[in-house]
């Protein structure tokens, strides 16, 4: 009779925790504590080779990334030439996941000029096979909190923007930075509730978001329709050099929660493109690739698939 009982006991708990657990969390972690997130696929940014994009496209392509981001200043050597920026990008394989079109500044006195800029990049991104165009900007005021007419007129601003680059299939995406408009939580709302979602979508760089004050793994499940793309990045404070200093790092050698940030990518169901970005080599006795490497094996021992 014990023994039956026993049996019975464990049938039930079993029966139990099958039916409980699903409920528990859709997020999968494995003994070692790694999070997939199936549907990311991820990309390396140029920007850390300080504009050396053929070098940026030979390293990041070696390491098995799929996808690179490029930034204004390659317009300038193949605008007029992009077949031949295409071809090096296949040779290599890897797909022009993100364009850094620059700024879009609000108070110029001169919109059309502004919008014609990102309209002449969207034109060069979909002869390269792109989709997407980050816009920041520099209009934030050099002293105090920009207002709420500065913030409502800059999502106005991307709103004409995205209109007429999705005319020619390639979206528009908002990237949330750091002395820029958009540099808390709260300037990020009230942006992205000023434009319409079909025209804006939200690049959402992780550290950025964190270092304004955030939780990246909040902003993503917050704007889980729009983000097309993140800045997979990691921040470290710097007290040393001021209270209020720091400095962008490798992967998983800074202060952003990164498996909580996965975990919460797995929960969305995120699908598109996770870009590692660093702005620049922290150490100065390291070159790009090898910093690259560094995020690479961080996202590998992650259990993420490059």
């Not at 071809?87 to 108070?107: P, Q, R, V, W």
């Not at 992780?206 to 800045?231: N, V």
């Not at 710097?238 to 975990?263: D, I, S, T």
Request: charged share 25%; net charge neutral; glycine share 10%.
């Amino acid at each position: 009779m014990a023994s039956e009982i026993s049996r019975r006991e464990f049938m039930l708990k079993a029966g139990v925790g099958a039916l409980v657990l699903p409920a528990l969390s859709c997020v999968s972690i494995n003994s070692a504590g790694s999070v997939s997130v199936p549907g990311m696929k991820v990309g390396y940014a140029s920007i850390t080779w300080g504009g050396n994009d053929l070098q940026a496209i030979k390293d990041i392509s070696s390491l098995g990334f799929k996808g690179i981001q490029l930034r204004a200043n390659t317009f300038r050597e193949y605008g007029e030439r992009p077949d031949a920026l295409r071809d090096l990008l296949k040779t290599h394989k890897l797909e022009l996941c993100m364009f850094s079109s620059g700024n879009a500044n609000i108070n110029t006195g001169n919109d059309k000029a502004v919008i014609d800029q990102h309209l002449k990049n969207a034109a060069f991104i979909k002869k390269l096979g792109g989709q997407l165009l980050q816009v920041t900007n520099s209009s934030r005021p050099k002293e105090g909190a920009p207002s709420t007419a500065d913030l409502k007129s800059y999502g106005h601003l991307l709103n004409e923007i995205g209109k007429r680059t999705l005319d020619l299939g390639v979206q528009t995406v908002y990237h949330n930075h750091m002395h820029q408009l958009g540099e808390t939580p709260e300037e990020v709302e009230m942006i992205m509730d000023s434009c319409d979602e079909k025209y804006v979508n939200l690049l959402l760089d992780i550290a950025h978001y964190q270092q304004g004050g955030g939780s990246p793994e909040a902003a993503i499940k917050q704007y889980k329709s729009r983000i097309q793309a993140l800045h997979l990045k990691d921040v470290r404070q710097m007290p040393e050099a001021g209270a209020k200093a720091y400095k962008f790092v490798e992967l998983g050698q800074g202060e952003v929660n990164l498996p909580n940030v996965l975990a919460a990518l797995q929960e969305i169901k995120f699908k598109g493109w996770g870009i590692i970005e660093l702005d620049a080599v922290p150490d100065k006795d390291k070159t790009p690739l090898e910093c690259a490497k560094i995020s690479h094996a961080y996202l590998k021992s992650k259990g993420m698939k490059i």
